[in-house]
């Protein structure tokens, strides 16, 4: 059975910094995306990367702030963080989506494996 798991969330204050990552369990290769919630919010597709690592693709409110990468031997995904803002603080969901690659954005509708999530706080 195919699971994944996060860890790393935390409180921060603006413009620091925070590494998530994403274990996985089971068998084969997946996307990883990564999806948040915040309070009162819809989910926002935050960034995807292919089984390979070789394509990324991020929404256009962390571009140039987050970096995903993949650790194929472990079966890992991070997310890094950087120059966090108060609108980033949600719960932070790592998900396969339905189709074997990411797409051409990151559609929260598109997942169909979830971890648990993790908390996300920025203070300003």
């Known amino acids: 059975q195919f699971q994944l798991k996060e860890s790393g969330g935390g409180s921060v204050q603006s413009g620091g910094s925070l590494t998530l990552s994403c274990a996985a369990s089971g068998f084969g290769e997946y996307a990883i995306g990564w ?4 309070p009162g919010k819809v989910r926002e597709g935050v960034s995807c990367i292919n089984p390979n690592g070789a394509m990324t693709v991020y929404a256009d409110s962390v571009k ?3 970096t995903i990468s993949r650790n194929r031997a472990n079966h890992t995904v991070e997310l890094r963080m950087t120059n966090l803002r108060p609108e980033d603080t949600a719960v932070y ?3 396969a989506p339905v189709g074997p690659y990411c797409g051409g954005y990151v559609d929260p509708q598109a997942y169909r494996t979830w971890g648990p ?3 996300v706080t920025v203070s300003s």
């Open 93 to 95: 969901y790592c998900a």
């Open 64 to 66: 140039g702030r987050f």
């Open 117 to 119: 999530g993790t908390q």
């Open 35 to 38: 999806i948040r919630r915040a």
